[in-house]
């Protein structure tokens, strides 16, 4: 199993930005996918759930209305929309799997290793 993000990098405030994450060595339809994050100095935060077909989404309160998951299974990949991005948006994601089909498992059993989104002007 493998989970590669990509989509980060510096920038403004108000910008929009979509991060992906590209799955391999499993069966990505079946299984929930969910994003989470680490901001300078503190603990992990989780973000959003998606279920396998992508119709069912949970997010964390602070960001609904401007974060959206999404998946392409036809390319095994998951997908992050953030929009009108703030400086507390600075932080590294990462996307995790489950073997537990809950939109808020107590347990991950693989990540990647995270993208850098670094919001300022």
């Known amino acids: 199993v493998q989970l590669v993000e990509s989509g980060g990098g510096l920038v403004s405030p108000g910008k929009s930005l979509r991060l992906a994450c590209v799955a391999s060595?499993?069966?990505?339809?079946?299984?929930?996918m969910y994003w989470w994050r680490q901001a300078p100095g503190k603990g992990l935060e989780w973000i959003a759930s998606i279920n396998g077909d992508g119709t069912d989404t949970y997010y964390e309160d602070s960001v609904k209305g401007r974060f959206t998951a999404s998946r392409d299974n036809a390319k095994n990949t998951l997908y992050l929309e953030i929009q009108n991005l703030k400086p507390e948006d600075t932080a590294l994601y990462s996307c995790?799997?489950?073997?537990?089909?809950?939109?808020?498992?107590?347990?991950?059993?693989?990540w990647g290793p995270g993208t850098q989104v670094t919001v300022s002007s």
């Open positions: 995790r799997r489950s073997s537990l089909d809950q939109p808020r498992p107590a347990h991950y059993d693989y």
């Open positions: 060595g499993f069966s990505f339809r079946h299984y929930w």
